[in-house]
């Protein structure tokens, strides 16, 4: 079946603009997670949905920083009045579920959204 | 908290010959170890995730990777290297209750003829 699909593939704008990164999971799958992946960082973990429960914002690094999930299914993220450090691929990841009973469900990531603020 | 160090950015290795990518992991939690591959360009692809089951764990293009609660380790490894497997590598924990996931900061295996 289809994978995790992300839209834009590559995006360039001037700093200071917004932006809108989209994430069409894998259908079926319950959670969902967005990452972003620098040079300087590496990868790292930005946000994560699971079902109608409240979101773990725990990695978003600034308030300019939001996601939202519509439906239980695609998700947008946005960045308010961009910076340059802001750079990065941005990726998405979907599971089939939380993992209850602590196990690990594998993430399929999506192929990112390349994002270069100017 | 839960940590994770690859302890090589860059491995050469000539096809046809063993592939060693170590990583070490930090976790108050029995953890869930993953190997992630990214090829350029693309996405990232799961090679293989230990979950508590057996401590050597088999994943895709021959890869493999052992679990060593003494060592703290989760080393990957393949016998014999092929071309198509240059690319990025990345180990990656989580556990304790904590969906995401966490990752190291990569290894780039190079392939050479």
């Known amino acids: 079946g289809a994978g995790v699909s992300q839209s834009p593939s590559n995006k360039v704008t001037e700093k200071g603009k917004d932006v809108e990164l989209r994430c069409d999971p894998i259908s079926g799958h319950t959670a969902l997670y967005w990452y972003r992946q620098s040079l300087g960082q590496g990868l790292e973990f930005l946000i994560y949905f699971q079902g109608n429960s409240a979101p773990d914002k725990s990695g978003l690094p600034s308030d300019r920083f939001s996601a939202e999930r519509t439906g239980g299914s695609v998700s947008t993220l946005t960045i308010q009045r961009t910076q340059q450090e802001d750079s990065a691929v941005y990726l998405c990841a979907s599971s089939p579920s939380s993992g209850r009973g602590g196990r690990q469900e594998t993430q399929y990531f999506g192929p990112g959204t390349r994002l270069l603020v100017l | 908290a839960q940590s994770v160090t690859q302890l090589d950015s860059h491995v050469s290795v000539s096809e046809g010959t063993p592939v060693l990518l170590r990583c070490n992991y930090s976790?108050?939690?029995?953890?869930?170890l993953f190997w992630y591959v990214q090829h350029p360009n693309k996405g990232l692809q799961l090679l293989l995730k230990?979950?508590?089951?057996?401590?050597l764990v088999k994943g895709i293009n021959g890869f493999e990777a052992e679990f060593k609660k003494s060592e703290t380790s989760f080393h990957l490894t393949k016998p014999s290297a092929h071309m198509s497997d240059a690319a990025e590598y990345f180990c990656?924990?989580?556990?304790?209750?904590?969906?995401?996931?966490?990752f190291g900061s990569g290894t780039r295996l190079q392939v050479q003829p």
């Open positions: 976790s108050s939690y029995s953890p869930s």
């Open positions: 990656v924990v989580t556990g304790g209750g904590r969906r995401a996931l966490t």
């Open positions: 230990y979950t508590s089951a057996a401590t």
